[in-house]
């Protein structure tokens, strides 16, 4: 099964990318903030994130770039 992260501080976004994501039965995780997603793609290892620009903790371009100094992540597509 596909794992995929979705990282949004807006509920609204979260929910109905998530709905239209779980709708083709793949596991989804949600992650409220860069911090917060972060921590779940440590854990949960997706295999594709999605993540807003503007977030209030960490953009999504310090998230990617955090992402990409782990070799476990050197190959996950990142989508903003």
């Known amino acids: 099964m596909t794992n995929i992260l ?4 807006d509920p609204i976004y979260l929910q109905m ?5 779980e709708a083709t039965h793949w596991l989804v995780h949600m992650a409220d903030s860069g911090v917060h997603g972060l921590a779940l793609a440590r854990t949960h290892k997706p295999d594709l994130i ?3 620009v503007v977030m ?3 953009s999504d371009y310090e998230v990617s770039r955090q992402l990409r100094r782990d ?3 050197t190959h996950t ?4």
């Open 50 to 52: 999605v993540t807003d």
């Open 6 to 9: 979705v990282i949004d501080e």
């Open 17 to 21: 990318i998530s709905k239209a994501l």
């Open 71 to 73: 070799p476990d992540f």
């Open 77 to 80: 597509p990142i989508l903003c």
């Open 56 to 58: 209030p903790d960490l």
